[in-house]
Each structure stands twice: as structure tokens, then as C-alpha cells.
């Protein structure tokens, strides 16, 4: 059942697919934060127009799967440009674009819980709006934030398992292969599940332990909202 | 054996408080060794510094605390005892906290009927039939169909003594029914209390009420840092207590209520 | 196929979406709130609800639907045979991991002290939680739910990677590979789960304020 794993071609596989897996979750993490904090900070300060674009953009990337925004980056897009693009780039943007609809809500939020009194204890010092936003209120808020961040990247790695069905190389992709060669499904897919439940439950922990070290006490994010 | 409506004899309870940091661990002793009886219509009234772990003996009384040593008995009942099943006891006792905690999902009168339906297993109209008549007494009839929220703090309380003395228990136990409300709206309440007082009910109430404590209790419980430091009829308290810190303890506070 | 053809096609693929969806979302009521409560105030076994919710965290949904279609259902055709079940049994597990961390989070906010009071009058542990927690916690925890079951009808898209079960992303896909048309039928896709979802979302929101106000949670 298990004999294949001896055979280091699967482990290049695997590590290859991981890899992929890897780097397009932290990129979609961290570019949907920059995103998200741009998003969020526009939605406080803009005007109606901003906030309503703001609004539809977020609607659309949460109202909709990501695995049928997948499809629409890698298809239509480029259908619709008429242009032939890289899929891998093509992945890369969307998972940073949907990640930023989410991303925004937490670090909004987060701002939002501490935005009035330290404005304006921000304020009063003499710093200006943009000062106080970014010595202020965006180091707290990404430290209140860090629990939804690690929230965030466990379900954008699981999410990535859907590039496998765009042809993408992702480790999912690599099960699909190894399984299409030894014909041994069950233990595959324990396999590559378990590798996926180490990878988040290690980063996750990780972050936790993070979190601990800096979050600030006695503020903390009401994960309900 | 006695006649002891209630009965705690040498009881302990400690606690941890978590500090600042996860190492600050205080342990706090909130009763030592502390013994109470009391009788059928007895009104014993327990006062001292905040703090001092009146709430704690309180809450151990009812088992919504577990002691760590000492007994605990209702009648000849002990409920420290192993096996015992102490949702049927606390059935007996009527427990009014002091920041009311009534149930927010329910109107005034489902917070009087859930205990009556649920733990009495009354049918429905009785329940209902007695649940009214518990916020009759109260008076508060005009509330029946309010939610907690819509409520004043007053009207709450009582509520929550309404759900208390619905069941008929064999005492009440009152944890300071007073203190966290806004002085304009203590009065209501302590009215209620005479009311029940008058009728010949059964308490033990922790409170600072010292007009009411005069008027009412038989007996006053001077408590500090755990245990029980002086006990007397309030005239006694009023007049000249026999240790230092309780004679201290009630010149501030009498001072502040002829202040206020 | 003209583009209403297609969005017709698409159209019918909902009622699929929603019961998956709905099967789910109940299979994860059933399963998060006794999890919540045990994890909260059975200490002992608190530990075999962490791990579930880590696994369901933890392990892609497709991998896991690829595990029990694929894999267990050549054993056992009987029930992971069948992809509408394997669908559900994911779903649904996996969201009562997600609600699970919900109502803890729910349990925490309505209080300690209503178990208290709870048990003051004479209530047992459990149905003090039946009859108390339970109805406070469901208000508490309406958005958070809402999203839940919006998140449920989103991935209900991955059951494209078993066969057989044509909701609306499997013809989508359908649609693509028949006609060559790489634009509208994911376009329209893409809005059909809008419109879905965005009510829901809503609606829940506005009703679990109303009853939060009223109780004053």
C-alpha cells in the first residue's frame, strides 16, 4: 500500500507541489493584506463613490467561490484581453485579490475598535490623520489582527488544492499524479492530507505563539463581527 | 438532629486570581473556617469590607461554589456529602445575585416559570398560575411580558427574587440584591425584602442596607479576611461592638449613609 | 447554446448548490453545538474536539472529498459511493468544526453567569445549556453563522472534483468545454452565487441584531 513512498521521484513531486502551495499562500496572504489595509482605510476615509466601488469589489470576492474565480482568472481573463497569460501569475493575483475582500473586514474592524480614542490622542500630540493612521492605528490593528490572519492563511492553503483542476502544479496536483501512477487512492490522499494538516496546524501554531508575544493586552478583536 | 433550616459548619474555600502575566498567581482564601446555623424564619444579614469573600461563603452555601472543606447542610441533608444530587437541593434554596442575572432570552415571567416547569416539573398552568403570583408579590404584574433589557434595575431585581421565591424554597440566600443598582431604585427593592421579611421567610443576605439590617435581621455577621469576626443582634453592631475593626467598619459606614 | 441557454442551464443547477448546502450546515449544527459545550465544560474530553477541529482546519475540503469518494468509496460503495453523500459527510463535518469555534466563541460572550443562574434555580449542567445557553448562544452568534452558511454555499463548488453532482460551477465547466465560450458562463456563475449568498448574509445579520437588541445581548 505504502511501498510507493520509498520512491524518491514521488517526494520530488510532492516537495515541488508544496512548494507551489507555499508561495502562493503567503503571497495571497500578504498581498491581500497591503491590499486589505488600503481597502479598509479607504472605506473609513472615502467618499460615497470609493465606498460603494469598495463595497461591489468586496461582494464579489466573497460572494463568490474562489474556485469559480480561479476558472474566470485563468479562462476568462485572458479571453477576455486576448492575450495568452501565465497561469501561474494569473493564480498568484487572484488568490492575493481574494484574500484583500476578506482582509479588509478583519483589519477594518480592527481599526475600528481602536480608532476614535487614539485619533484622537493621536491627534492632540500634533501628529497629522496619515501620521496617526500609520504610527498609530495600523500597528495595532495588524497585531489585533493576527488571529483572522492565521485564520485566513489556513483557508487560502486549503483553497490552493483547486489549482490542481486548472492544471496548476500545486501538491494536490502531485496526489493526482502519484495516484495516477501507483493506483493507490486511499493511502495517497492520507498522505498528501496529512502533509496539508502538518503545514497549516504547524503554521498556525506558530502564529498563535506570536500572537501571544504581541498582542497588546486588554485589546482584543471581537472575532464575532 | 437540629432544626436547622441551614447549616454550614467549619468551612474553607480558596481561589486562584490569574495576574498581568501568566506566573502572578494569587491564591485568595475567602472562607476559613467558617460555621453558620439558621433556623426556620430566621433573617441573618452578613456585612464587611468588599473583598472580604461574603459572596464566596454565599455562593459555597448554595453549592454554586464547591467547598474545599467543611460541610454544608440543608436540613438534616448534608450536600457536601458524595452523590448528592445537588440540582434537587438547590431547588430548596432561592439564590438572588447581585448583579441579578436573569435570563436574557426569556420575559420576566418565562425567568419565574423555567424552574417551575423544568425542575418542579409543574404543568402548565400551575406553573404559570404560581409564577404570577411570585411576581404578584414582587408587584410587579405590568412587567409580565418584558425582557430583561426592557426593564429598570429595580424592576430586574425583583424579578429576580420573584424567580427566587417561586419555587417556595426553604431559604433564600441574597448576595448584596442591592448594591449594584442606582440609589434611587434601591428602595423598591428593599420594600420587596420587608414584604418577604414580614411574611416569615427564611434568609441569609449578604448587604450593606444598614436601616434595613436594624429593622429586620435577628442577627448581624460581621465578616472580614475569611471569616467570621462578630456576631450579634444589630443593636449590638449599632451601638458598640465589641472588636476594633468592627466598631472602625461601622463608624464609615454609617458615616456615609448620614453623608449621603 | 445562446447566452440564456447557458444562463438557464446554469440556473438549474441550483437547487443542487442549496441542498448541499443546507444538508450541511444542519449536519454542522447538530455536530458544532454539543462539541462547543463539550469543549467547554467537559475539561476531560476537550481535547478530541480540538483535534477534530484542527483536522477539519487543517486538510484541504477537495483532498478530503477526493479521500472519501475515490478512496474509501471503492471499499465501502456504500455510502461513500455516492457523490451527493461524500459531499454532505465533508461539508458538514467540516462546518461543524467551524461552528463548533462559533458558539465557543458565543458561549463566552453570553456569560458564565447564566449557567450560574441556571443552576441556582435548580437546573442540571446540560439542561441548564438546553434551556438557557442554547437560545442565547444561536442569537449571539447570527453573524458569524451567516457567514458560515454563505462560505457553505462557496464551497459547495468543490464537489466539481467528484462526478457526477451538477450544481452550478460543474456547469459552468460543462458549459465551457461544450460550447468554447470561456466568458459568460463563468461570469454568470460568478453572480448566481452573489445573489445567494448576499441575502442570506444579510437578512441573518438584520435579524440577529433585531433579537440582540431585544435581548440586550
Known amino acids: 500500500m505504502f511501498e510507493w513512498l520509498t520512491n524518491p521521484l514521488y517526494w520530488t513531486w510532492i516537495f515541488q507541489g508544496l512548494t507551489l502551495t507555499v508561495e502562493i499562500t503567503l503571497f495571497g496572504v500578504c498581498l491581500g493584506l497591503l491590499l486589505g489595509t488600503l481597502l479598509s482605510i479607504g472605506d473609513i476615509y472615502g467618499g460615497r463613490t470609493a465606498r460603494g466601488l469598495i463595497a461591489i469589489y468586496v461582494e464579489f470576492f466573497r460572494g463568490s467561490p474562489l474556485f469559480i474565480q480561479i476558472f474566470i482568472a485563468v479562462y476568462t481573463v485572458p479571453a477576455l484581453l486576448h492575450l495568452q497569460m501565465d497561469h501561474y501569475l494569473l493564480a498568484f493575483l487572484v488568490f492575493g485579490l481574494n484574500s484583500a475582500g476578506y482582509q479588509k473586514g478583519y483589519v477594518k474592524g480592527a481599526m475600528q475598535t481602536i480608532l476614535d480614542d487614539q485619533m484622537a490622542a493621536g491627534m492632540s500630540v500634533g501628529m497629522s490623520r496619515w501620521q496617526t493612521l500609520r504610527h498609530v492605528i495600523i500597528p495595532q490593528a495588524y497585531r489585533i489582527v493576527i488571529p483572522s490572519w492565521t485564520n485566513e492563511f489556513c483557508s487560502l492553503t486549503k483553497s490552493t488544492s483547486a489549482l490542481a483542476f486548472v492544471g496548476l502544479f500545486d501538491l494536490t496536483s502531485a496526489g493526482l499524479s502519484i495516484k495516477g501512477i501507483t493506483y493507490q487512492v486511499l493511502p495517497v490522499w492520507m498522505v498528501i492530507g496529512a502533509i496539508y494538516f502538518v503545514w497549516i496546524t504547524g503554521v498556525s501554531k506558530l502564529m498563535d505563539v506570536i500572537y501571544e508575544r504581541k498582542k497588546i493586552p486588554g485589546v482584543e478583536l471581537d472575532l464575532q463581527s | 438532629m437540629t432544626d436547622c433550616v441551614m447549616e454550614a459548619k467549619h468551612v474553607y474555600k480558596t481561589y486562584c486570581v490569574k495576574g498581568e502575566k501568566r506566573k502572578d498567581v494569587k491564591v485568595i482564601e475567602a472562607v476559613k473556617d467558617v460555621s453558620l446555623q439558621i433556623r426556620k424564619g430566621d433573617i441573618k444579614l452578613i456585612f464587611g469590607p468588599s473583598g472580604s469573600g461574603k459572596s464566596t461563603f454565599l455562593r459555597c452555601m448554595a453549592m454554586l461554589d464547591i467547598p474545599d472543606k467543611g460541610d454544608i447542610y440543608l436540613g438534616d441533608q448534608s450536600l457536601t456529602a458524595k452523590g448528592v444530587d445537588l440540582n434537587k437541593a438547590r431547588a430548596r434554596i432561592g439564590f438572588v445575585f447581585q448583579h441579578i442575572y436573569l435570563f436574557r432570552h426569556l420575559t420576566a415571567l418565562g425567568n419565574v416559570e423555567l424552574a417551575l416547569r423544568q425542575v418542579l416539573k409543574l404543568p402548565k398552568e400551575e406553573a404559570r398560575k404560581r409564577a404570577i403570583a411570585a411576581l404578584e408579590e414582587v408587584k410587579l ?29 426553604d431559604i433564600i440566600l441574597l448576595d448584596e440584591p442591592t448594591s449594584a443598582l442606582d440609589p434611587e431604585l434601591t428602595g423598591e427593592v428593599i420594600d420587596t425584602l420587608r414584604d418577604l421579611a414580614h411574611e416569615g421567610t427564611t434568609m441569609l443576605i449578604v448587604s450593606h442596607e444598614m436601616p434595613f439590617a436594624k429593622e429586620v435581621a435577628e442577627e448581624m455577621i460581621f465578616y472580614d479576611e475569611g471569616h467570621v469576626v462578630e456576631t450579634g443582634p444589630p443593636s449590638l453592631f449599632f451601638n458598640a461592638p465589641n472588636t476594633d475593626r468592627a466598631k472602625q467598619f461601622m463608624t464609615r459606614i454609617i458615616n456615609r449613609t448620614t453623608r449621603e | 447554446m445562446d447566452v440564456w441557454q447557458q444562463l438557464f442551464n446554469l440556473l438549474e443547477g441550483v437547487p443542487l448548490t442549496l441542498s448541499i448546502s443546507i444538508i450541511s450546515f444542519l449536519v ?190
Open chain 2, 141 to 169: 404584574t405590568d412587567c409580565i411580558k418584558k425582557y430583561p433589557s426592557q426593564m429598570s434595575g429595580g424592576q430586574a431585581q425583583r424579578v429576580g427574587i420573584a424567580r427566587a421565591i417561586a419555587r417556595k424554597p
Open chain 3, 28 to 217: 454542522g449544527i447538530a455536530l458544532g453545538l454539543p462539541l462547543a459545550f463539550t469543549r467547554i465544560y467537559e475539561k476531560e474530553i476537550s481535547f478530541a474536539v480540538d483535534l477534530y477541529e484542527k483536522i477539519f482546519r487543517g486538510i484541504p475540503e477537495i483532498v478530503l472529498m477526493l479521500l472519501f469518494f475515490f478512496g474509501l468509496g471503492t471499499f465501502f460503495p456504500l455510502p461513500f459511493g455516492s457523490a451527493f453523500f461524500v459531499a454532505c459527510f465533508v461539508l458538514g463535518l467540516r462546518s461543524g468544526a467551524n461552528q463548533s469555534q462559533i458558539y465557543r466563541g458565543a458561549i463566552r460572550g453570553v456569560g458564565d453567569e447564566q449557567m450560574i443562574a441556571g443552576q441556582s434555580i435548580g437546573l442540571s449542567k446540560w439542561r441548564s445549556i438546553w434551556h438557557i445557553m442554547v437560545p442565547q448562544v444561536f442569537t449571539f452568534s447570527t453573524p458569524g453563522l451567516g457567514s458560515e452558511y454563505a462560505l457553505l454555499i462557496k464551497d459547495s463548488a468543490y464537489v466539481y472534483v467528484l462526478s457526477g453532482l451538477l450544481e452550478i460551477t460543474t456547469r459552468a465547466n460543462q458549459i465551457r468545454q461544450s460550447t468554447g465560450d470561456f466568458i459568460t458562463p463563468y461570469i454568470f456563475g460568478a453572480l448566481i452565487y452573489i445573489a445567494i449568498t448576499f441575502p442570506i448574509a444579510y437578512s441573518l445579520d438584520r435579524w440577529g441584531n433585531r433579537r440582540k437588541k431585544k435581548i440586550g445581548l
